[in-house]
């Protein structure tokens, strides 16, 4: 039987495989994602930032214990880094999810990110709405947390959690790597270590400051709490899934939850158009062709745009 | 670009000793895999669980305690109940040479010992997940 009707019944066979046919890119891959597009849009998409170290991983097993208590299921996707020397990668986030093992409700999956930069892969978004259309009421995404680029996650989850912890540097690491602005909920984990109360200030202080020149986007009718956990023991994880809960109902009540699908749709129909209009475009031109615009470029004969054009043009 | 691929690491039962499993979680990842680490004190059910959804090519386990003759075929076991009769399955750490062909007729693909070069083991790794 085909991947899609599969997934829909409950299969966890099925869903695997079809992740591993999202990463590896390929036409099977998208006729599943067409039959499963109508069963998206349910789940409650929340995303897990923060440099390495912070306990993202630690923090996401509790999350999920906490949602499964309150009767929700759970998908999971925590992305580390491929190495660009070698393209492979080391996915270690399980080894802090044990507690997770063996629950139906649950589904775990680790990805590299094969090249992307924005601290997800490429193809997180979509293995984001198979775990969607598969049922899970919940998916928190943990992104790589190198601290840069990571505003990926923004963009693919509703609510967007940003780790910090005392004594990783003297600086704020969320406010270093430009954290601040995409964070609904801050969460200030390892509070059972010295320096976690200037950490908490330190991140309050930037968001009043932040507030006062708020961007185009954020909507300054949510105010994102500082809040403390020890992820290790699961203490001060009851408010976080309480903000989470109030951060959903804000988006709910305020049409924001809309808008947030809308930008996202927009957003794919985007990507995959310029995928697919470059895709096609190479495929007409020619490797040859373009290695042969690439050195009349490095020879300083022709400049970027002019190529561009010609290419477009003459195809 | 072909399929990447994707091997977990185990270190199933209470044996603590995790150097070797690290050691060849590395060196397979240098060698271009994507390795999926579990950690210590899995039960084989929590990797069969792990090796579903994160649909890997092999399975790993590295066994330094004496309990091979146990896990290892309950790991396989579960491996075909779960339809993953694809998954192959190698073993590494002390397991003494009267054990060998036991477990080779359980299922295994391969089995390394201490001192084991790491090529070696990206070598066979590699060469049984491209015999499909
Ligand atoms: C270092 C060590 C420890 C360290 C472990 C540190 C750690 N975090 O790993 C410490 C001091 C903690 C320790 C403790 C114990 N140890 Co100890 N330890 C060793 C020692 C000396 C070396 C193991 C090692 O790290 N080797 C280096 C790594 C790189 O080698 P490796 O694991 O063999 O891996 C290689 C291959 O086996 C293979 N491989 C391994 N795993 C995998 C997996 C896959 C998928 C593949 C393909 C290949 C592969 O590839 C690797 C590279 O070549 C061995 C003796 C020995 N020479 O092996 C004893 C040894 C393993 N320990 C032993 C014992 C008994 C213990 C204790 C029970 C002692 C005690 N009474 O307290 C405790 C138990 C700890 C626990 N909780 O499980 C015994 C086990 C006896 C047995 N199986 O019958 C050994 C054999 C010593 C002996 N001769 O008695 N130990
Ligand atoms: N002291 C303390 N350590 C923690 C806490 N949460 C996580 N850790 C530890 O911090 C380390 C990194 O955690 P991990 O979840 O892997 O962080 P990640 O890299 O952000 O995913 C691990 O050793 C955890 O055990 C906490 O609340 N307090
Ligand atoms: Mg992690």
């Known amino acids: 039987m085909e991947l899609a009707p599969r997934i829909l019944e409950g299969d966890r066979r099925a869903l695997a495989r079809l992740i591993s046919l999202i990463e590896d890119d390929g036409p099977p891959a998208r006729e599943a994602m067409a039959a499963l597009h109508p069963h998206t849009g349910r789940a409650h998409v929340i995303g897990v930032t923060g440099a390495p170290g912070t306990g993202k991983s630690t923090l996401v097993n509790e999350l999920a214990k906490g949602f499964r208590r309150r009767g929700a299921t759970v998908g999971i996707v925590a992305v580390d880094p491929t190495s660009p020397f070698t393209g492979g990668a080391l996915l270690g986030d399980r080894v802090r999810m044990r507690d997770l093992a063996g629950d139906p409700g649950i589904f775990i999956r680790s990805m590299a990110t094969r090249g992307s930069l924005g601290g997800l892969a490429r193809a997180t978004g979509d293995v984001v709405r198979v775990l969607d259309a598969a049922g899970f009421a919940v998916v928190l995404v943990e992104t790589v947390g190198v601290g840069q680029a990571e505003v990926d996650i923004a963009r693919t989850a509703h609510t967007t959690i940003v780790v910090e912890a005392p004594g990783l540097g003297d600086d704020v690491q969320a406010l270093k790597a430009g954290l601040m602005e995409i964070a609904d909920i801050l969460v200030v984990n390892k509070a059972d270590r010295p320096g976690a109360a200037q950490t908490a200030r330190a991140l309050e202080v930037a968001l009043e400051l932040g507030r006062n020149n708020a961007g185009p986007g954020k909507d300054a009718a949510w105010r994102p709490p500082v809040l403390k956990t020890i992820a290790l023991d699961g203490s001060g994880v009851a408010e976080v899934l309480e903000a989470i809960a109030a951060h959903r109902a804000y988006l709910e009540s305020s049409g924001l939850w809309a808008h947030r699908e809308r930008a996202r749709a927009r957003d794919d129909l985007l990507r995959a158009l310029e995928q697919e209009l470059l895709g096609r475009l190479l495929a007409g031109v020619g490797e040859a062709a373009i290695e042969d615009w690439v050195d009349r470029i490095a020879r300083r004969e022709v400049d970027v745009y002019t190529a561009v054009q010609a290419l477009i043009e003459n195809r | ?132």
Not at chain 2, 26 to 34: C, F, H, Q, S, W
Not at chain 2, 72 to 81: A, D, K, S, T, Y
Not at chain 2, 100 to 126: C, D, H, N, Q, W
């Open chain 2, 1 to 132: 670009m072909g399929e990447r691929l994707r091997v977990l690491i185990a270190k199933p039962g209470l044996d603590g000793h995790d150097r070797g499993a690290k050691v060849v979680a590395r060196a397979l990842r240098d060698a271009g895999m994507e390795v999926i680490y579990t950690g210590l004190r899995q039960t084989p059910e929590m990797i069969v669980e792990a090796a579903l959804q994160e649909d890997v090519d092999a399975v790993g386990l590295s066994i330094l305690s004496g309990a091979h003759m146990t896990l290892v075929p309950r790991v396989i076991q579960g491996l075909r109940e779960a339809g993953l009769d694809h998954v192959k399955v190698f073993v590494g750490g002390i397991i003494p040479d009267e054990d060998v062909y036991a477990l080779k007729e359980a299922g295994v693909e391969a089995i390394f010992g201490p001192g084991t070069s790491t090529l070696t083991i990206v070598e066979a790794v590699r060469r049984a997940c491209s015999e499909g």
